[in-house]
């Protein structure tokens, strides 16, 4: 079965200081899809990236990037230089390609960017 | 191109009356998700609709039910409602996927409070 975990539950950072939020997944597919998403206080949950199990390549996007690494089954995601814009709730989530499996999401890591 | 879309956006039952959930998908999108998210349980799967047709179910109770039109919009109803039912219910919309799993956008959810 698949599971996804976060073991940091709230973080808290000025502003301006790099952070990285920890995810760690399982599964026993072979072909798996990895995401984040940002969960502002108005609900709405806002795609963030995709990673494809077959492309292990790390992304960066303005101030945040993210390391993926099949050896350690992890996908994190760090915000350099935060901001109080950054405040929110980040959910790291994974999908299995086999059955058209839903979207199984960690509990969330509670960002707060003090100023 | 507009977002997905969730009427109403909130609402107050109480305890054995039904509710029903709208969601409009992305204009192209033909697989609709819904998910439940409370503070203890975190996100979870309830259902997913493609081509008028529930794909993938998750693990809830048949007061849960739902149903998407040719148009690709969806609903969920809730019957009987129980206090245990409030949270934020949140629809999802992604492209036609038949391989893979699609990202999915999601909408600002609905809150359900049931008194």
């Known amino acids: 079965a698949q599971k996804v975990t976060q073991a940091q539950t709230e973080i808290s950072v000025v502003e301006k200081e790099d952070v990285t939020l920890d995810c760690v997944y399982e599964?026993?597919?072979?072909?798996?899809?990895l995401f984040w998403y940002k969960q502002p206080p108005s609900g709405e949950l806002v795609f963030l990236i995709r990673?494809?199990?077959?492309?292990?390549q790390n992304e960066i996007s303005g101030r945040y990037s993210w390391n993926f690494q099949k050896s350690t089954s992890s996908f994190n995601f760090t915000i350099t230089a935060s901001q109080v814009v950054d405040s929110a709730v980040y959910f790291c989530?994974?999908?299995?390609?086999?059955?058209?499996?839903?979207?199984?999401f960690g509990k969330g890591t509670r960002l707060s960017v003090i100023a | 191109k507009a977002g997905v879309t969730q009427t109403p956006r909130y609402l107050i039952k109480t305890r054995g009356q039904q509710v029903t959930l709208s969601c409009s998908p992305i204009?192209?999108?033909?697989?609709v998700s819904w998910y439940q998210q409370t503070p203890g349980q975190g996100l979870q799967f309830l259902f997913e609709?493609?081509?008028?047709?529930?794909?993938n179910k998750g693990n809830f109770p048949g007061r849960f039910s739902g149903r998407q039109f040719s148009n690709s919009r969806s609903e969920m109803n809730v019957s009987t409602l129980e206090l245990g039912d409030s949270a934020l219910y949140l629809c999802?919309?992604?492209?036609?996927?038949?391989?893979?799993?699609?990202?999915?956008?999601f909408g600002p959810g609905t809150r359900l409070t049931v008194l």
């Open positions: 990673r494809n199990s077959f492309d292990e």
């Open positions: 999802a919309s992604s492209l036609p996927d038949y391989v893979g799993r699609d990202t999915q956008y």
């Open positions: 989530a994974l999908s299995e390609a086999a059955g058209n499996t839903p979207l199984v």
């Open positions: 204009s192209g999108h033909r697989s």
């Open positions: 599964t026993r597919d072979t072909t798996y899809y």
């Open positions: 609709y493609f081509s008028e047709t529930q794909r």
